[in-house]
């Protein structure tokens, strides 16, 4: 079996849902973020980063997700949005949200995923803790979705399709057994 760095950094990588209050350094942001640009895309990098980090504006977003999940059909979000305990962002200091250009000549989901997994994976390779987040993208819906996206200021024609939580773990993320499904690959050679 190869080893190497990278993939053991694959391997290694968990989604945290429990920060530290401290925010990251700069210099830690700044690498996640060039990693995110490195991402592959169907040409034109036709995505934008939103990186938050006002808690304010961050409880405004939890706040307002929460509030479109109490009225979604799936009973799973229903209980989360009533939950006045849940955080959506898991209380972590940096939200990053990755919007695309929704007039590319492309699909951008694929895009901004990648983008999004690159961001991930570059937080673990310098020690930081991350989550995906789909919930917060919900606030978008709300009644305060056109006053966030200018707040955000995420550009005309462009919408947030992925985001992700960074911070720093708070506490030691143990090796979990591989919990991969068995019979993923099919080979035809």
Not at 44 to 54: A, E, G, L, M, P
Not at 149 to 169: D, F, H, N, T
């Amino acid at each position: 079996m190869i080893v190497n760095e990278t993939l053991k950094t694959i391997k290694q990588r968990r989604s945290i849902r429990s920060f530290k209050d401290e925010q990251i350094r700069e210099e830690e942001l700044q690498a996640v973020l060039e990693a995110g640009l490195y991402a592959p895309n169907a040409g034109d990098q036709s995505w934008h980063f939103t990186v938050v980090q006002n808690r304010e504006l961050l409880d405004r977003l939890n706040l307002a997700a929460k509030e479109v999940a109490k009225q979604m059909e799936m009973e799973h979000l229903r209980k989360l949005g009533k939950n006045e305990k849940f955080n959506c962002l898991y209380g972590a200091p940096t939200l990053i949200m990755v919007s695309g250009n929704e007039h590319a000549p492309v699909p951008l989901e694929a895009d901004c995923a990648a983008a999004t997994q690159n961001l991930l994976l570059a937080a673990e390779s310098i020690g930081l803790g991350s989550c995906w987040i789909f919930f917060v993208l919900l606030a978008f819906y709300s009644s305060e979705g056109s006053e966030l996206r200018k707040q955000l200021k995420i550009p005309e024609g462009y919408r947030p399709y992925c985001s992700a939580v960074l911070g720093y773990k708070k506490a030691t993320v143990v090796n979990v057994p591989d919990r991969r499904k068995p019979n993923l690959i099919t080979y035809i050679r």
